[in-house]
Nanobody, 126 residues
Framework: QLQLVESGGGLVQPGGSLRLSCAAS????????IAWFRQAPGKEREQVSC????????NYADSVKGRFTISRDNPEKMVYLQMNSLKPEDTAIYYC???????????????????WGQGTQVTVSS
């Protein structure tokens, strides 16, 4: 079965940290760029970060730059999003997606997506 599965979400206090994981199964992750998105209730989906297939190029939305770090381990078929200094406004469902990287525009990766995960909830609250 070809799928992406996110994990690592949860409830954390403001200023805390979480590390999200995105596990690929049924396909070779090496060929795909990966993007992390989030969607909060009543808001549009936002691309948070993306990483090239080799991992040598990364992009971050301005809202998370300096706080979040994306990384990948292709042999393990894993992509990570380390989130530090979390704020209440980071509360959302976080998704990972795999696809072909077409170009980058400002802080965003423009991609054709082949696979999406089901999402993991992140709640930042005291």
């Amino acid at each position: 079965q070809l799928q992406l599965v996110e994990s690592g979400g949860g409830l954390v206090q403001p200023g805390g940290s979480l590390r999200l994981s995105c596990a690929a199964s049924g396909f070779t992750l090496d060929y795909y760029a990966i993007a992390w998105f989030r969607q909060a209730p009543g808001k549009e989906r936002e691309q948070v970060s993306c990483i090239s297939s080799s991992g040598d190029s990364t992009n971050y939305a301005d809202s998370v730059k300096g706080r979040f770090t994306i990384s990948r381990d292709n042999p393990e078929k894993m992509v990570y999003l380390q989130m530090n200094s979390l704020k209440p406004e980071d509360t959302a469902i976080y998704y990972c997606a795999a696809g072909s990287l077409l170009t980058t525009v400002s802080t965003m990766c423009v991609m054709m997506y082949d696979y999406w995960g089901q999402g993991t909830q992140v709640t930042v609250s005291s």
